[in-house]
């Protein structure tokens, strides 16, 4: 099932690596950060690759708009960033340490809105065709774990050249439009360059859905937390509001004391259910046949350091999840949770949780 011999152990460095590189923002220092990571046991990261921005302009300096002030991934103000050059550097850098890089796109919004010049599933492979030529004409093509072409397809947040409105519901990847795009862009792009493996990552339906199309991809790639109706249910609970937090400043205050009471009042409850998607998960890499790799993962989706909270319970659940995970037999790579990155400094140093963690991944 896998392309290596033992599962890897990844994790998701999404727009942050290359956003974050202000002092002491995490990411100023690759050579450090990537040592680190190495440190704590991981085999490969997946970053953002900027693909329509390296196929607009690959000399260009671009200036990008945060997608959210209150949240520890990527930059809470407005930046600027010249993709290609730093892919290349970072690539190179991951090379020498031995690690794979999945490339992701999450079509960051810049002042120019080049997304929106995304209209077609041929526009889509086009720009990963000019960002994998460049990668492979700087020698780095090895370097690629897998290409996932659209970060938690078909999210209109993450996708928005599918949608008229941006606040529009997203549509199922049963949906025919969908269809459509995941064949064709998946397969004009493998004819270019077949050495690699594709997939699409989801966040919703992912313990799949009829009629979806599947025949292009070579593996899975789902974001699992406790499921999308029990992460609701959570945050309804302790009175956050996942969908609406991004610009509001008093957002994080349920995820202080709230979330950990309520976890700790029946901490089976929580695992159990997440134990329970986790088996319906691995159900639908057997039924398809399709390996599965998990980049964002396990506890709740929003979470950093800050006053009243702590990362204990968070680092429970992620290892229920784990080795939940594990035991099924069907996870090619796995990551230890959703904020495995230097930003989450509470959490990225406990050098022997992450130890642990990989470990059984490595021994599984």
């Known amino acids: ?37 190495v440190e704590r046991g991981y085999d490969a990261v997946r970053i953002d690759a900027y693909p329509h921005l390296v196929a607009a302009d690959p000399n260009r300096t671009w200036h990008l708009r945060p ?64 960002t994998l030529s460049a990668i492979e004409g700087a020698g780095l093509g090895d370097t690629i774990y897998f290409v996932d072409l659209v970060n938690e397809w078909p999210l209109p947040m993450w996708t928005p050249f599918l949608y008229d409105d941006p606040a529009a519901e997203p549509l199922s990847r049963a949906d025919s439009l969908v269809r459509t795009w995941t064949k064709e862009a998946i397969s004009t792009l493998r004819a270019a360059h077949p050495r690699y493996r594709y997939t699409l990552s989801c966040c919703l339906e992912t313990t799949g859905v009829d009629g979806e199309e599947l025949s292009e991809m070579d593996l899975l790639e789902p974001h699992i ?76 989706v929003n979470y950093k350091d800050g006053p009243g909270r702590d990362w204990g319970w968070v680092k429970e659940l992620c290892e229920t999840g784990v080795r939940a995970a594990l035991a099924t037999g069907r996870w090619e790579a796995l990551a230890t949770n959703n904020f495995c990155g230097p930003q989450f400094t509470g959490l990225w140093r406990d050098v022997e949780w992450h130890r642990r963690m990989t470990d059984a991944i490595h021994a599984s």
């Open 1 to 37: 099932m896998t392309l290596t011999s033992r599962p890897l152990a990844i994790t998701m460095w999404d727009f942050s690596w290359l956003e974050r590189r202000w002092p002491g923002a995490g990411y100023e220092d690759w050579d450090r950060a990537l040592d680190e990571l």
């Open 67 to 130: 997608c959210w002030h209150f949240e520890q991934w990527g930059a809470a103000e407005p930046v600027s960033v010249h993709p290609l050059p730093a892919l290349l550097e970072f690539l190179r850098a991951c090379a020498e340490r031995n690690l794979k890089v999945a490339l992701s796109s999450w079509f960051r919004e810049d002042d120019l809105d080049i997304r929106s010049q995304v209209h077609t599933p041929d526009d889509l492979a086009r720009i990963w065709d000019v």
């Open 225 to 300: 937390w406790l499921t999308p109706q029990a992460t609701e249910e959570f945050y309804d609970e302790i009175g956050y509001d996942l969908h609406h937090s991004q610009f509001d400043p008093n957002a994080y205050a349920p995820l202080s004391g709230p979330a950990e009471r309520l976890y700790r009042a029946n901490p089976q409850r929580w695992q159990g259910i997440l134990t329970d998607y986790i088996g319906q998960v691995a159900d639908w890499s057997r039924e398809t046949g399709k390996p599965l790799v998990t980049t964002e993962c396990w506890g709740i």
